[in-house]
């Protein structure tokens, strides 16, 4: 699972002919999201990279996000005139380019000074929403100011309740069109890799540290000109002695009350009047659940992975919860895996009304700041628009569940193509190229 070239061997005979992922720095050169990854492992320390790549314990539901697209292939029409093909849609009411949102991701600031503005830059050049996390850096007020940008605020409630009552102010204020509640993140997953590179909960290992010194262009758009970042959105909300990098991070995850339950869920409904949506569902009575509380949308996901390990894929319960959804009342997203144009038009055609892209956007940011993040956007809508094309489509209205079919589990090769996940060390491997 380690290989960075593992499903490149289908085509070849003996290693022959030699492939390569491309990991130099033009971003015209990145044809795919798995080259910017190439990219962005050459770029970034291990520490950094066991954060952005990383899984909880044996990252069993890591593996099955991506995994499950394996299960589902197409059935594809022809002789259809396919010359009018757009991917344009309606998200919560507004035109959107695709049916893609730009998922909340935190601690952005170890990948790039500014990360959340450039992840909102490049949503808004690409006409779709950015969610932006509570565990952001950059703050809200100055991401809103993104020319053109759809701005949606996720919210993780920790503290008392006169935080999220605050943040949900500012957010409305900032002019946030939707909130998205994290509902599975209320005890830390066990991502045993990440906590491997620490020697404390506030400290580096010493390899850690000694790698992160050999990443100087790393260095020098983080660390070294910016200082450590800070959660500038929630860091007031912190005790002044633990107002670190680590510590308010750490401070926040203790204080996430496990209480969390559904009369939260109504008295968050009762503040906030715009849009609505719930993330990390799983289960579909949860998805009924959510119905009842009146919601504006449901969001299907693991937490990429990060949280309970081996539970079933967003991707997996997907046709069950849009047989529960009303399409007309409710949107439903999924979240976790999605690398490929294709993956969207399969997520698309199991009833997911978009799908939220968390690592394949990061993978851009890392590899080159806004411009790359809005690449594996364009890359993304590229590969689905071509994709439309070859099925036999041309809207994301005419995509459905005739168009697929369902396969046993894939294989061991499949397996490997689709699951194979860790990270892996860039510097030594004859696959990749400048």
């Excluded at 940008?149 to 605050?166: K, N, T």
Aim: aromatic share 8%; net charge positive.
């Amino acid at each position: 699972m380690g290989d960075p070239l593992r499903h490149t061997g289908v085509a070849q005979l003996g290693g022959s002919p030699r492939r390569r992922y491309y990991w130099g720095r033009d971003l015209a050169r990145a044809v795919a999201v798995e080259d910017l990854r190439a990219m962005t492992h050459r770029r970034m320390p291990r520490f950094v990279l066991e954060y952005l790549e990383g899984g909880a314990e044996e990252e069993a539901s890591l593996a099955r996000d991506r995994g499950a697209y394996g299960h589902w292939r197409f059935m594809p029409r022809q002789l259809v005139d396919v010359s009018q093909r757009t991917l344009a849609t309606a998200l919560l009411g507004r035109e959107a380019s695709m049916p893609l949102v730009v998922a909340p991701t935190g601690l952005n600031g170890l990948f790039r000074h500014h990360a959340d503005t450039l992840l909102a830059q490049a949503a808004a050049a690409c006409g779709v929403p950015f969610v932006q996390s509570t565990m952001s850096n950059d703050p809200m007020e100055e991401v809103a100011r993104v020319p053109g940008l759809r701005h949606w605020w996720q919210l993780y409630v920790f503290g008392g309740d006169e935080v999220w009552q605050e943040l949900l102010r500012r957010a409305d204020a900032a002019g946030c069109e939707a909130l998205v509640l994290t509902t599975n993140a209320q005890i830390f997953g066990n991502r045993e890799w990440s906590s491997r590179t620490q020697a404390t909960k506030t400290r580096l290992s010493l390899p850690s540290a000694i790698d992160a010194a050999l990443h100087p262009r790393w260095l020098a758009s983080t660390l070294l000109a910016h200082g450590m970042p800070a959660f500038r959105n929630v860091v007031d909300f912190v005790p002044k002695d633990r107002r670190g990098f680590f510590e308010t991070a750490f401070w926040i995850r203790e204080h996430q009350p496990t209480s969390l339950s559904w009369p939260t869920v109504e008295r968050i409904r009762q503040r906030w009047r715009k849009p609505f949506l719930l993330k990390g569902l799983l289960h579909p009575d949860d998805v009924r659940r959510a119905l009842d509380a009146g919601v504006d949308g449901i969001v299907l996901s693991t937490h990429g992975g990060r949280q309970l390990d081996w539970t079933v894929a967003a991707l997996d319960v997907l046709p069950e919860a849009r047989a529960i959804v009303d399409r007309q009342r409710v949107a439903l997203y999924v979240s976790g895996g999605l690398r490929r144009g294709t993956d969207l038009l399969k997520a698309l055609a199991l009833g997911a009304d978009a799908v939220l892209a968390g690592r394949a956007v990061l993978y851009g940011l890392c590899a080159g700041g806004a411009a790359g993040a809005q690449r594996a956007l364009q890359i993304l809508h590229k590969e689905a628009l071509d994709a439309m094309g070859l099925l036999g489509v041309n809207s994301v209205r005419e995509l459905g569940p005739g168009y697929l079919r369902a396969m046993d589990d894939p294989g061991p090769r499949e397996t490997a193509v689709l699951g194979g996940i860790r990270p892996a060390s860039t510097s030594s491997s004859p696959g990749f190229r400048r």
